[in-house]
């Protein structure tokens, strides 16, 4: 079966001819792709209205901090908000760290998940993180661009770092750049401030 694949100029060598190993853009699937903006072919689900404005790709910078870890440190972050006219967004978060100039030294935490939101407007999220930990958070929209979440399910594997309960707030700034903080409980320690970012709008 052929498909049609997108490229970029990198995706061959051209001294060798070795294809790059990145993930390949098919073209071809038979189903729409995920929308990150209103006003596209894919009609935003009405139950998912109170999360609107969160829908973009977003980039920026941010501040990890916790007793266990040797300091605090800055690390790179995008983040995705899309939907495919189902009650949910489909939600991704990529993060590399950075050194004191700003330079990229790694990648760094992902998560994957999805916001859903019932008829009274109480917010549930499903997220995975790739260091093996699943969370279920609840929580509903504080303002019109702001919103609360606080965990009521935390499992993870037998390989994973203790984490005992969980809460996020995000928010719309007037300059239109998405800010979030994070606080955690990790090693049996009480819940306190972990992570903080802003990020700008990069798609959507």
Not at 57 to 86: C, I, N
Not at 105 to 121: C, F, I, M, S, T
Not at 144 to 170: F, Q
């Amino acid at each position: 079966m052929n498909s049609d694949v997108s490229h970029t100029s990198s995706d061959t060598d051209a001294g060798h001819g070795a294809t790059n190993r990145t993930l390949p853009w098919f073209d071809d699937l038979p189903i729409s792709m995920d929308a990150v903006t209103l006003g596209q072919d894919i009609e935003l689900h009405p139950q998912c209205q109170p999360l609107a404005p969160l829908l973009g790709v977003w980039r920026g910078e941010g501040l990890a901090q916790y007793p266990s870890l040797l300091g605090e440190f800055r690390y790179g972050q995008q983040v995705t908000f899309a939907h495919d006219g189902r009650p949910f967004l489909v939600y991704e978060a990529r993060a590399w760290l950075l050194n004191s100039s700003g330079e990229v030294l790694r990648p760094a935490a992902r998560e994957v998940g999805w916001w859903r939101v019932d008829e009274e407007e109480t917010i549930e999220v499903v997220l995975a993180h790739m260091f093996g930990i699943c969370e279920i958070y609840y929580g509903g929209r504080t303002g019109e661009t702001a919103w609360e979440l606080e965990s009521d399910t935390i499992t993870r594997t037998d390989t994973a770092r203790e984490t005992t309960a969980a809460a996020r707030l995000y928010g719309i700034l007037e300059n239109g750049d998405l800010v979030y903080a994070e606080e955690r409980a990790l090693r049996g320690l009480p819940l306190q401030p972990h992570l903080s970012a802003q990020l700008a709008r990069i798609a959507g």
